[in-house]
């Protein structure tokens, strides 16, 4: 059957929905800590959990990270209160963009280095672009298509070996 909105469709469904979507979110991050920490049990064997996020938040990485989320959450504020919304998501791609290239000279991954340049390269065109496109093809064209990208560098590289 088709609602025609959200909003018309059934509570039980809609709870349904939420409940899929919250362990969808669930299994992601366990899978996420799970293979962050097989990673990094490949440098250190004694690894947790616990050390992982010690070695990850440093001062270095805290210095770079809270200006960049800081502005982020200005301009998503900003956007909001102005009535751009539309401009939502190449802002968002260009910012995130730049986030992740300057946390790939904090951790020396390309992947990551990959991503941020697909997210700034994609930001700006689509954020020129925004009155022709849908939200939804914003968002493939940014972050659907970085993160895509970036996952497929990690597991193959450039040259096409297995990692």
């Known amino acids: 059957e088709h609602y025609g909105a959200f909003a018309a469709v059934p509570a039980p469904y809609k709870a349904l929905l939420w409940i899929l979507l919250a362990l969808s979110i669930l299994l992601t991050a366990y899978l996420k800590i ?12 004694n690894m947790t959990l616990y050390k992982l996020i010690k070695e990850i938040y440093t001062p270095q990485f805290m ?6 989320l800081a502005t982020i959450a200005l301009a998503v504020v900003f956007l ?3 009535g751009m919304t539309l401009y939502l998501v190449p802002v968002l791609a260009l910012l995130f963009g730049l986030f992740t290239v300057s946390l790939s000279l904090v ?12 997210l ?3 930001g700006l065109l689509t ?7 849908s ?12 993160f895509i990208l970036a996952a497929l ?9 297995r990692r």
């Open 63 to 68: 210095s770079v990270s809270l200006p960049h």
């Open 120 to 122: 700034v390269a994609a």
């Open 127 to 133: 954020l020129f672009a925004a009155e022709q496109l």
């Open 80 to 82: 909001y209160q102005k």
């Open 107 to 118: 951790f020396y991954m390309k992947g990551v280095y990959l991503l941020g340049f697909w």
């Open 153 to 161: 560098y990690l597991y193959t590289g450039l040259n096409g070996e």
């Open 34 to 45: 799970n293979n962050f920490l097989r990673g990094a049990r490949l440098v250190r064997s």
């Open 135 to 146: 939200i939804l093809a914003m968002l493939i064209l940014t972050f659907s298509a970085g």
